[in-house]
């Protein structure tokens, strides 16, 4: 079982930047990758961005790439998400996960495991 522990959303205006942090404990596995899915009040959870465990291989999604940069310190199983040009529909609720499979035409959780989810608001 893995535990995941978020930090560092909140409000901000539209061109303003922010910066959340997982922190994994528990069962982790170098062939999954880690990151983040986002849901905006009404639509169903979408993928953001992920980095994989063993060559730290990143993933966008189309509506996030030249704005959000995905890292990792393995040392402190540790991803972050620098979020830059933030823009009003970025709005959501952030939630990370460790087991996210990326060979696939649509990112997915492999785990029911999530973390405690984080709000972003963008406002305009």
């Known amino acids: 079982q893995v535990q995941l522990v978020e930090s560092g959303g909140g409000l901000v205006q539209a061109g303003g930047s922010l910066r959340l942090s997982c922190a994994a404990s528990?069962?982790?596995?170098?062939?999954?990758?880690m990151g983040w899915f986002r849901q905006a009040p009404g639509k169903e959870r979408e993928f953001v961005a992920a980095?994989?465990?063993?060559?730290?291989?990143?993933y966008y999604a189309d509506s996030v790439k030249g704005r959000f940069t995905i890292s990792r310190d393995n040392a402190k199983n540790t991803v972050y998400l620098q979020m830059n040009s933030l823009k009003p529909e970025d709005t959501a609720v952030y939630y990370c996960a460790a087991h996210i499979v990326v060979v696939t035409t649509t990112p997915f959780n492999a785990s029911n495991a999530w973390g405690q989810g984080t709000l972003v608001t963008v406002s305009s």
């Open positions: 980095i994989t465990w063993n060559f730290g291989s990143t």
């Open positions: 528990g069962r982790t596995f170098s062939s999954y990758a």
